[in-house]
């Protein structure tokens, strides 16, 4: 038997979803672009969950409350979560401090070579490969100003 809450959320989201993306159809490009990204995705997951829920052949399971991995002891959990949150809170500072185009290269490489352990090859590999994701999609296609970060704005860069 169908869950009816699961079915009814997945309806829901799809309908709200399908409103969002045609209520952009007259609006410009780049005012539509951010809509669009979210909410065609957004409507396929939906879709993809009601029709799991219509014509899924193993039955659900009810659910269960949320649980932390036990097999690892709280110390080892807390220091992994700790510098989670600190490599978070180093990229909004890279953010405000350097600005966007400078955070992402840099906060993709750092992450690569301290915490993932990997070689200079392949960090810079990526560390490129995103730079230019980033310049060419925001830059050059979307032409989308970023704020220069605090630092260019002390020493008079900006």
Do not use: N
Not at 16 to 37: E, N, Q, Y
């Amino acid at each position: 038997m169908p869950s009816k809450a699961s079915l009814a959320l997945g309806l829901g989201i799809m309908v709200l979803a399908a409103w969002g993306v045609i209520s952009t159809f007259s609006w410009p490009w780049k005012a539509a672009l951010f809509p669009l990204v979210i909410g065609i995705p957004l409507f396929c997951m939906a879709a993809a969950e009601a029709l799991c829920v219509l014509f899924g052949s193993a039955p659900r399971s009810e659910a269960r409350d949320f649980q932390f991995s036990t097999d690892l002891p709280p110390r080892v959990m807390l220091r992994r979560t700790l510098l989670a949150l600190a490599w978070i809170a180093g990229f909004f500072a890279a953010i405000v401090l350097l600005g966007f185009p400078v955070a992402v290269p840099l906060l993709v490489f750092l992450y690569l070579k301290v915490q993932g352990g990997e070689g200079w090859g392949l960090s810079l590999v990526f560390t490129l490969v995103v730079w230019g994701i980033f310049y060419g999609l925001f830059d050059l296609a979307l032409h989308l100003p970023f704020p220069a970060g605090l630092i260019a704005t002390w020493i008079g860069l900006d």
